[in-house]
């Protein structure tokens, strides 16, 4: 199932992606951070980019349930779940300014404002640097 989750100014997903980067970065001698790994995981086909359907696998590990749409309780549960990703107050700014109309929940209706709103240079594809700013940028208001 899809989770459309787009929407929100560029220019604030950009400044939270880049700050994301250099807060997740880690040496060769560290773990890859978890937002990496969310990444990784999801780019499939290993090109560096998630397109439309790689992004809503990333989403897809907050998604306990696996129905396509998400609650803030059970977004903030993924959230804290995955070692390291953040404070519970960083899980519910990223669900908030995800949930583009405003329903409560996050779900394929959500996926394409976000889309566009990771993909910062509308390319149609996210680059890890834009996965890392936007995911900032979401995280701290």
């Given at each position: 199932?899809?989770i459309?989750?787009?929407?929100k100014p560029?220019?604030?997903?950009?400044?939270?992606?880049?700050?994301?980067?250099?807060?997740?970065?880690t040496?060769?001698?560290?773990?890859?951070?978890?937002?990496?790994?969310v990444?990784?995981e999801?780019?499939?086909?290993s090109?560096?980019?998630?397109d439309?359907e790689?992004?809503?696998?990333?989403?897809n590990v907050?998604?306990?349930?696996?129905?396509g749409?998400m609650?803030?309780?059970?977004?903030?549960?993924?959230?804290?779940?995955?070692?390291?990703?953040?404070?519970?107050e960083?899980?519910?700014?990223?669900f908030l300014?995800?949930?583009?109309n405003?329903d409560?929940?996050?779900?394929?209706d959500?996926?394409?404002?976000?889309?566009?709103r990771?993909?910062t240079?509308?390319?149609e594809?996210?680059?890890?640097?834009?996965?890392l700013t936007?995911?900032?940028?979401?995280?701290?208001?």
């Amino acid at each position: 199932m899809r989770i459309d989750i787009l929407e929100k100014p560029a220019k604030m997903v950009i400044r939270i992606l880049c700050l994301l980067c250099l807060l997740s970065v880690t040496s060769a001698s560290q773990p890859a951070s978890p937002v990496i790994k969310v990444f990784d995981e999801a780019d499939q086909n290993s090109d560096e980019f998630l397109d439309h359907e790689e992004f809503q696998l990333a989403l897809n590990v907050f998604d306990k349930n696996s129905d396509g749409k998400m609650t803030l309780a059970e977004f903030v549960e993924g959230w804290l779940t995955i070692d390291q990703f953040g404070s519970e107050e960083e899980a519910k700014s990223i669900f908030l300014k995800s949930d583009s109309n405003d329903d409560s929940l996050l779900t394929k209706d959500d996926l394409g404002p976000l889309f566009e709103r990771f993909d910062t240079n509308e390319d149609e594809k996210i680059s890890l640097n834009e996965f890392l700013t936007t995911f900032h940028q979401l995280a701290f208001p």
